[in-house]
T-cell receptor, first 116, second 111 residues
Framework: KAGVTQTPRYLIKTRGQQVTLSCSPI?????VSWYQQTPGQGLQFLFE???????NKGNFPGRFSGRQFSNSRSEMNVSTLELGDSALYLC???????????????FGPGTRLTVL | KQEVTQIPAALSVPEGENLVLNCSFT??????LQWFRQDPGKGLTSLLL?????REQTSGRLNASLDKSSGRSTLYIAASQPGDSATYLC??????????FGKGTMLLVSP
């Protein structure tokens, strides 16, 4: 079974630009979550999508947005990039259990974003 | 606001030693707790998931325990090997999908 895939793996952008990252979940997983990892703040939850709807959102500005498609693939977008947005962006997918609980989250390899 | 703390931040041991990594969290109202490992520059690999109703989980040389009332979890690694060298992260699930992570313990196992 293929794992979670993320594209691109590396990105270099300049301040003020916008960027779109893509995540393909494990087959059968309908929940997709996004996380930002930086040396200073560690791993922080961005948002989660299930059935094409944002279910939860972390404490990030509105410049960070996402969406999910009918095939469960997800994209996240960051507009007006700042230097502090340089980070490893990780996507995770999980099954949705009866009652709505999420099963184990499986992470992709991440997209390394560098903002110059 | 949930806070997850991992002690120690770094650990260096010789091959063959048994070791314990610690994780504490401030709010005991969790759905589950997961332990992950992360190799440099890579994504996270799930090691063990303990549901809030469980006390421990085992996988091979790994054993994780959970004491929800005291807000603590430990990850026990038996007979450590150089291939175990990585950063180990503890994460608690509060909502259905929101994971709050600790900063991790960087483990180095020397031959």
């Amino acid at each position: 079974k293929a794992g979670v895939t993320q594209t691109p793996r590396y990105l270099i952008k300049t301040r003020g630009q916008q960027v779109t990252l893509s995540c393909s979940p494990i087959s059968g997983h309908r929940s997709v979550s996004w996380y930002q990892q930086t040396p200073g703040q560690g791993l922080q939850f961005l948002f989660e999508y299930f059935s094409e709807t944002q279910r939860n959102k972390g404490n990030f500005p509105g410049r960070f947005s996402g969406r999910q498609f009918s095939n469960s693939r997800s994209e996240m977008n960051v507009s007006t990039l700042e230097l502090g947005d340089s980070a490893l962006y990780l996507c995770a997918s999980s099954r949705v259990l009866s009652g709505g609980a999420r099963d184990t989250q499986y992470f992709g390899p991440g997209t390394r974003l560098t903002v110059l | 606001k949930q806070e997850v703390t991992q002690i120690p931040a770094a650990l260096s041991v010789p091959e063959g030693e048994n070791l314990v990594l610690n994780c504490s969290f401030t709010d005991s109202a969790i759905y589950n707790l997961q332990w992950f490992r992360q190799d440099p520059g890579k994504g996270l690999t799930s090691l063990l998931l303990i549901q809030s109703s469980q006390r421990e989980q085992t996988s091979g040389r790994l054993n994780a325990s959970l004491d929800k009332s005291s807000g603590r979890s430990t990850l026990y690694i038996a007979a450590s090997q150089p291939g175990d060298s990585a950063t180990y992260l503890c994460a608690v699930a509060e909502g259905y999908s929101t994971l709050t992570f600790g900063k991790g313990t960087m483990l180095l196992v020397s031959p």
